[in-house]
C-alpha cells in the first residue's frame, strides 16, 4: 500500500497533472474509481495488522510501536473520508467536456493532502517494521 500510495504521490499525479484537461481528467477519473474501490480493503486491512501486532507484542516495546502505527493509520483514513474522499467522488465524474474551471487547483488541492498522508503512511509503515524486527 506504501509503494501504490508514494507512487501516485510523487510519479503518477504530477505527470498527469501536466496533461490537457481530457487526458489528465479521464486518467484521473479512472484512477479516482479503482483505487476508490481498493483503498478501504488496504487501509483497514492495514490497521487490523497493526492491531494484531500489537496484541501478539503487547507488553513490549513492539506493541507500543503497533500502536503508534495504528494511530497513525487511523489519522490517514480520518483524512481519507473527510478530506481526500469528496474531491475524489467530485473528480470521478468529470470529463474535457464537463468539468469545473479550477479542476486543476482541486487535483492540486488533492495532490498535497495526499503527500501528508503519504507521510503518515510512510511513518507507520517503519514503526511497523521496527515493531516486527523488535518481537
Do not use: C, K
Request: hydrophobic share 60%; no cysteine; glycine share 6%.
Amino acid at each position: 500500500m506504501v509503494g501504490v500510495e508514494l507512487a501516485v504521490a510523487v510519479v503518477i499525479n504530477p505527470i498527469l497533472l501536466q496533461l490537457d484537461a481530457g487526458a489528465s481528467l479521464t486518467a484521473r477519473a479512472y484512477g479516482a474509481r479503482m483505487l476508490g474501490r481498493a483503498m478501504p480493503f488496504w487501509y483497514v486491512g492495514s490497521l487490523v495488522l497493526a492491531g494484531a501486532l500489537a496484541a501478539v507484542a503487547w507488553g513490549t516495546s513492539a506493541a507500543t510501536a503497533s500502536l503508534v502505527a495504528a494511530a497513525l493509520l487511523v489519522v490517514t483514513v480520518l483524512m481519507s473520508v473527510l478530506w481526500l474522499v469528496p474531491i475524489n467522488n467530485r473528480s470521478s465524474s468529470w470529463t474535457a467536456e464537463d468539468h469545473p474551471a479550477d479542476w486543476r487547483e482541486q487535483h492540486r488541492r488533492w495532490d498535497r493532502l495526499h503527500i501528508a498522508r503519504v507521510a503518515f503512511l510512510v511513518a507507520a509503515f517503519a514503526l511497523v517494521g521496527l515493531a516486527a524486527a523488535l518481537i
